[in-house]
């Protein structure tokens, strides 16, 4: 083998060699290079070049480091002598860096005695086979060529593949090469988050393929010669046949040995699942879109639990999610036991919560009402006159018959009970009228107290608002504008006012501040619409009060309650002079000048004028005009005034009850009794008329309740309910949709009755009118008569 | 919550009652007044009713919402007042 005098290389005589002769064994620590330069191996060109590219890889095996060599001259002389070295084809511009589509891969080898970046950009450019141009391809061709006819030895067999692929791995190689020569960074946490910048360009656009055309148009310039070149290879095409120059020959291109790779995927993971979408679902989803995630502990729970349940094929839902939940509750409780405890525990935390929680007491109230109403469903219904439902009774298996027999006559009774209430007035009914006791009110509070007044707002059996009270209440009133607010007057003379719709026991506004507040206990409190003609307003609601210190006051609400006295009620002496009598009779030591006010009632039509009784027997007709006159004096009683009312259909009577046992019918122009009744020989607490009839009036006394007819009677009363002994009936009042009547007792129970089978006819308030003026008239006569 | 505890004695106490239940929305009974099973087995029963009648009420207008539920049998009544988080079980007797 010629040798080249190659200084300052180690290997490199071994290897050189000069000329088409293979190499057979050569083996290099990187095949890929080997490979690459294998592949001029036996080149038939003489391709001195690959000598020298021989001589460089011990170069490159040695000196991995090494960036930039210096440019050696090397000589290649052959066994004659001759300088065959091979001159370089590439010149390498040595202002050009690296950029530099050029043409060989020789001209790469050029290189490699110099810089390897400039080589590894070379070395890029080999991958482009087209801009090397058709020297290249005759390279790549040749070099194919040669690879065939070398005799193979492993290192070779491997790379026959492309080598475009091996010049990759050549570039990778150098990239690795390069890198290497920078220091080894240590990437500190400052680094990470240090900003990068990242220029993204674009990169040089790299043609992979180009097929120039081979079609000239007929007007070029070259048109003529390829005309003419065309016609000599139709001719030769047409010789060729039986021509001794041309020779046919076999050639076999070999294929590359096929190499399968299989590539293995891990499994995947697939889970069915299906929901049964209702109409709320899709509502509930859309709208939670809008509402924040709800992050509960529960959901957690639901999370958890449903990944520890092993994923297996589930068949389709049906259910909704709440089911879901149920169903995943049970079967973690056969699966994990952790969870399960996990479970407990919040559950407890859970039932503590619920019982607290609001909605939970709201349930338990309505819960409450229901039942209430459950059991009470039939005296309601009779309060609200409705049909009553009986139930019908459960029957035994043996006594199925007789069930169905009890079932028709509870049937029978119902209808019975339904023709009687509605046939009343026709009807001459057998049962005679009564008072059907329905519920009573009564609370653990209230009880050994007396009931003193009553005013409509229903209430369950157990009390709906407590309001608790440093004193004694003697009156309340609910305001009629505003139903929320209550009246209440006390035995010390305050007058509070509550709001009922707070539970609260402060009073929303209290008199006891005030330096007109009463003295004495208030008596009676009622809240009065008035007209304001005069100042212009509104129908304006005043609260009238009387009490024990002698003066009717009028309190207005504006800022806290304000007061006016709208009369002072004199002593008036027993005998009667004149009317409005203001002069006191000398002789007589009177305590105070003042009498006390039981009772007043304002008229209903006219709400100026107003009858107040007091504790002398005498009932004044007083004007809210005046408040220092009485138009007039009623006297009839011998005791103090408990009640007056008027008759709420005919406007000229009036009803009196005082603690002389007796109940007195007074006509309004007239000053002395019209009718007096003496029933019993206990104190009559209170009276009322019946919303409904004109002629029927309640009274309460100490022993018993007693319904009055004037239509039918005007020695009995009606109906006479007695109480039970040592309670004493104190007040009543009438329902006013209802045949009902309340009536409160001293041992503080109110009682409500149903007022069945009254002989009333349903007639309107004119005739009602009409009626009770007409008795009178009769009875008057009667007397007269 | 004391005023909780005397409403549902006071319930309990009420004519005809004959038992209450709260049970949460595992069907685990957290105050009632019957024996275990029972309890047990209405919370079950009645669960599952309650979110067919929700389901119901709600599918013919999604706004509505399920609020009290009632169901009368020849021998009692049984009412419930469902949520989200528990159920409210009370069954009475209403005829004597």
Known sequence: MPISPVNSRKQQNLWLSVGPQPKKSISFTNTVKGGQTKGYIGANQSRMAMSKTLMVLPEIKTEKMNISTPRTVIQVINALGVDVTPRPLYHQDPHMG???????????????????????????????????????????????????SVSTTESIAEDLEEPSYKREKLTSFTDLRVVRATPEKIVTKEDLQKTVEITLTETETLSFFNLPTVLISVESEEAGKVIRRNKIYETLCRNRLGNDLYVERMMQTINGAPKNKEVQCDKIVKEDKGVMSSTWDLYDSYNAMDLSPLPTKQSMLESTSKASIPSKDREQRVTGSTIEKNSEASSLMDIENVILTKIRDDEEDHSESIMKSDKFRQDLFFMERVLMENLFQPKLAAYHQLPVLKEPEPAGPEDFLEGEKLEQETEEEVKKEEEEEIEIGTEESTIPANLERLWSFSCDLTKGLNVSSLAWNKTNPWPERIYQSPYGVTAVDFSIGAPNLLAVGYHNGTIAIYNVQSNSNVPVLDSSESPLKHLGPVWQLQWIEQDRGTTGDDKREILVSISADGRISKWVIRKGLDCHDLMRLRRTTASSSKKGGEKEKKGEALISRQAPGMCFAFHPKDTNIYLAGTEEGHIHKCSCSYNEQYLDTYRGHKGPVYKIAWNPFCHDVFLSCSADWGVIIWQQENTNPFLSFYPTTYVVYDVAWSPKSSCVFAVANESRVEIWDLHVSTLDPLIVNVANPGIKFTTVLFAKQTDCLLVGDSDGQVAVYELRNMPTALDSGRVFAQNIGHILDEIFLGYLI | MAEVEETLKRIQSHKGVIGTMVVNAEGIPIRTTLDNSTTVQYAGLLHQLTVKARSTVRDIDPQNDLTFLRIRSKKHEIMVAPDKEYLLIVIQNPCE
């Open chain 1, 98 to 148: 690296t950029a530099k589509p050029n043409k060989l891969l020789t001209s790469q080898e050029g290189s490699y005695a110099s810089d390897y970046i400039s080589s590894y950009s070379l070395y890029q450019n080999t991958i482009n086979p087209s801009m090397l141009g058709q020297f290249t391809r005759s390279v790549l061709g040749s070099s194919s060529v040669s690879k065939s």
